[in-house]
């Protein structure tokens, strides 16, 4: 076969290998191509080294060698290999390398280990080193020469190629892997994120719909406590005319006394009427139901049914009559703002809360010129009654209560004083504060003054107090005499 032949077939049959670089693995590609090296030159074995790193090479693939062989360590300029690699240049042994001093450093073998000729080239690409090849034959066969030397160094030159182009894509597959790694990691935090905006997002909408249910209990407790206070204001308003229950217990009483009086008889009329009933269901005869009759004396009953109902019905007129002059004090009915006459509204409290104070005090009144004022003229009364009530039980005896009025600027003031037992300044201090009370115990809700404060507040305008033990007390109401819309 011509040389030319030669060179035609080691061609083909590397480009063989060559397509094999994309698809196997590059330890197996370089195996191969060691294999295919070794064959064609007719050796018996054989290393194919790349470069570590500056200072040494590993033996990636070995033909004709122990196991072990692979994968060890050369370092760059001890023995042959390292020698070709460290010069760069292609070495062709036939002799024996004791008495070479370029490799002094060579590990000793034995001489059946020994190979009797060897061939080494290092691979470059662009001057630059990038592996060595080693070929070997054994003592029995012809050693190599120089023929052998110069022809297969075109072939190891196409070798440093597919060298060079397998480390190239075996540089692309880990570049691609750790594109692929980078890929599925930016995937991951992308999804990360995304999670992250999700949870963030999630946690958003929960805020706002817990902000949202904040929202709509604080409305539902400000309901609630406009509630509370507008019931607080009608039990105390309750509790003041419980208060002045005594003055008028003896006009509910009697009525409340006979209806319950006739009531107790009723029930015996009752019982009797069933008796006859009784009498006539079960077919007595006509000297039994007269005797039933004269029994139950059913002349007079009949008589007395009459006037007992008459007298209850008359009794329950005047039950409602009372109740409805004490709404017509507290103008239920009348909850919105108006115009009203503070003077009539003091008078009309004076009468109703009369029976508490005329057994205590002298009322004085010293009445200004006041125009007419927009309030709510049910909740002022209320106000004035707790002070009045709280005036006439602060005297022991028998005192004195002044009301007066009078008008300043914009506004109109309504001062109450009594001569009662006056307060320190500790207690001064708390009378405004709910629930606090001088009174004793079941004697007050301690919320007339408190409630009182608040009302005052509701329509713009305020309430001072002043006193001084032994000498009384005097508070002055402030009011707006028109409202600010």
């Not at 054994?138 to 190599?144: A, C, G, S």
């Not at 006539?280 to 009949?302: F, H, M, P, Q």
């Amino acid at each position: 076969m011509s040389s030319n032949d030669k060179q035609t077939e080691w061609v083909l049959g590397l480009h063989e290998i060559a397509q094999k670089i994309t698809r196997e693995k590059i330890s197996v590609v370089l195996q191969d191509l060691l294999d295919f090296t070794v064959e064609r030159l007719h050796a018996n074995s054989g290393s194919l080294s790349l470069r570590r790193d500056n200072k040494s090479l590993r033996i990636t693939a070995g033909t004709g060698t122990a196991a072990s062989f692979v994968g060890s360590e050369i370092i760059i300029g001890n023995g042959v290999i390292g020698w070709v690699a460290q010069n760069k240049e292609p070495l062709l042994l036939r002799d024996s390398l004791s008495n070479d001093s370029r490799f002094k450093n060579m590990v000793k073998r034995d001489d059946d280990s020994r190979p009797a000729s060897s061939m080494c080239w290092p691979l470059l690409t662009n001057k630059e080193l990038v592996g060595v090849i080693s070929i070997n034959r054994n003592p029995d066969q012809e050693p190599f020469n120089e023929e052998d030397f110069s022809g297969a160094g075109l072939i190891v030159s196409l070798v440093s190629l597919m060298v060079d182009n397998a480390r190239l894509s075996m540089s692309q597959k880990r570049k691609m892997l750790e594109l692929y790694d980078a890929n599925n990691l930016l995937e991951e935090q992308k999804k990360q994120i995304k999670k992250e905006h999700s949870e963030r997002l999630a946690i958003e909408q929960k805020a706002a719909a817990e902000l949202r249910h904040e929202k709509e209990e604080q409305v539902a407790l400000n309901r609630q406590l406009k509630e509370a206070q507008e019931q607080l204001l009608q039990s105390e308003k309750m509790a003041s005319i419980g208060q002045l229950a005594a003055g008028v217990a003896h006009e509910i009483n009697n009525p409340v006394g006979y209806i319950n009086s006739n009531i107790t008889t009723l029930e015996g009329y009752i019982g009797n009427l069933i008796q006859l009933i009784d009498a006539y269901e079960n077919k007595a005869s006509t000297e039994e139901i007269d005797k039933v009759k004269d029994e139950i004396e059913l002349d007079y009953l009949k008589e007395d049914l009459e006037s007992l109902l008459k007298e209850s019905q008359q009794g329950i007129v005047r039950v409602k009559q009372i109740v409805q002059d004490l709404k017509d004090f507290s103008h239920v009915d009348e909850s919105e703002w108006q115009w009203a006459d503070i003077h009539r509204g003091i008078d009309s409290t004076l009468n109703v809360v009369n029976n508490e104070i005329k057994y205590k005090a002298e009322v004085i009144k010293e009445y200004g010129e006041l125009p007419q004022v927009e309030c709510m003229i049910s909740q002022i009364n209320q106000v004035i009654l707790n002070i009045l009530v709280n005036a006439a039980h602060a005297i022991e005896e028998h005192g004195s209560i002044i009301i007066r009025t009078g008008t300043e600027n914009e506004s109109v003031w309504i001062e109450i004083e009594d001569s009662g037992a006056g307060m320190s300044e500790e207690t001064l201090g708390k009378i405004f504060d709910p629930f606090y009370t001088t009174k004793p115990v079941g004697s007050g809700t301690g919320l007339g003054l408190s409630l009182s404060y608040g009302i005052i507040q509701k329509h713009n305008g305020r309430i001072d107090a002043k006193s001084e033990l032994g000498k009384g007390t005097t508070f002055r109401i402030w009011l707006p005499i028109e409202q600010n819309k």
